[in-house]
């Protein structure tokens, strides 16, 4: 009986030294061990890549958008107008000569106050419907902030933005209003008035 009990207590140390007595629930996967490079799926990895370029476009349509602002203050025609879509150039008609025509040069002491003024994104963007001669597109808040005369002053613009042949473009400007900041959704309220 003795020997049976001792080879009973060998074949069960064996089985501990083979299995190395680990306490781990991974059943010895090389991404449990330390320092194991862990292998992405392809879905896992496709899924990352559409998140890391959503987040790079997301970066590039609100860039577009403040540089736009920022022209349009500034009446900057070339940069504005090249920033706009055909059918949002302001303008007699949707030429880029008749929108820079339409941007009239700010006199100096317009163009010094107006390079002060600084901008940022306000909130998050959302999906606007398309409306009247504008295209479906993502609504941005910009808001525009200066000081003067130890006040400091908010103003808040729409854009519509689109895309355009891959490239982020503004399809319509639309101040926001009081009324337009007491809705659920300033943006698409401003972007959503009838003219």
Request: net charge positive.
């Amino acid at each position: 009986m003795k020997k049976r009990i001792a080879a009973v207590t060998a074949a069960a140390t064996a089985v501990l030294v083979v299995t190395g007595c680990s306490s781990s629930s991974g059943g010895g996967k090389d991404g449990d061990k330390p320092g194991a490079k862990k292998t992405e799926s392809a879905a896992d990895r496709q899924a990352r890549e559409y998140r890391e370029a959503a987040k790079k476009d997301r970066a590039k349509m609100l860039e577009v958008a403040v540089a736009y602002r920022k022209a349009d203050r500034l009446h900057d025609g070339e940069a504005a107008c090249r920033l706009m879509t055909e059918g949002g150039r302001h303008g007699k008609d949707a030429s880029f000569e008749a929108c820079v025509k339409f941007y009239m040069p700010l006199n100096d002491d317009a163009r010094e106050t107006a390079e002060k003024v600084s901008y940022s994104v306000t909130g998050n963007p959302v999906d606007v419907v398309s409306s009247g001669n504008h295209p479906a597109g993502t609504g941005v808040m910009v808001t525009a902030e200066s000081k003067s005369d130890g006040n400091t002053n908010y103003r808040q613009t729409a854009l519509r933005m689109v895309k355009v042949k891959g490239t982020w473009l503004v399809d319509q400007d639309e101040d926001i209003s009081g009324a337009d900041m007491n809705s659920s959704s300033p943006v698409h309220s401003a972007l959503m008035r009838s003219h």
